[in-house]
């Protein structure tokens, strides 16, 4: 019911089915409500990772005019491979969330400029709700986790105190 329902609000985010379902009329019934893939239990994370990336993928628009430099994004050690739905911290992948991916591009796109609380919820979650401020900045908060050798101290999104977040140029 809920892919159904996500289908009908936006369909082109990505449906993944994590289940321990393994009946062949299941995967099938998954598949024919919406599903883009269907994962079943036990999994790694490593191959969930892998299909979200798949997924992400192939609902992101084609631009054609697009060159092989635009498609990547370098701030100190940090690369963001817009093409690939991937981001990098010196080389080694960043394993983010859906959310935590958005986030970050949303501040990459928009380096030393600083991003509202409002702006930013309405990039990655298409609506503003005063509500979703605290969401936010718990998800900012992992997501710093993640790419600041020292989150007391970032190097790269720096906090706006009851304004907004910056992407700083490294």
């Not at 050690?77 to 960043?94: H, K, N, Q, R, S």
């Not at 970050?104 to 380096?111: F, P, S």
């Not at 030393?112 to 709700?129: A, D, F, Q, S």
Request: hydrophobic residues 40%.
């Amino acid at each position: 019911t809920l892919a159904q329902e996500i289908r009908a609000l936006n369909p082109d985010i990505p449906v993944i089915f994590l289940t321990a379902k393994t009946m062949k009329e299941d995967i099938l019934e998954g598949f024919n409500i919406g599903a883009d893939d269907y994962l079943t239990k036990p999994f790694s994370i490593d191959e969930f990772l892998a299909r979200l990336r798949v997924a992400l993928r192939r609902n992101k628009p084609e631009d054609n005019n697009a060159s092989a430099q635009d498609a990547l994004y370098q701030n100190g050690d940090l690369t963001i491979d817009y093409a690939g739905g991937c981001a990098y911290m010196a080389d080694e992948e960043i394993h983010l969330t859906p959310i935590e991916y958005k986030l970050l591009c949303v501040l990459a796109k928009n380096t030393g400029r600083v991003l509202t609380h409002n702006y930013i919820l309405k990039e990655v979650w298409g609506r503003v709700m005063a509500a979703d401020i605290p969401s936010l900045r718990v998800f900012m908060a992992s997501l710093r986790k993640k790419i600041e050798k020292d989150p007391s101290d970032p190097q790269y999104i720096q906090t706006h105190i009851g304004v907004g977040y910056r992407m700083i140029r490294r």
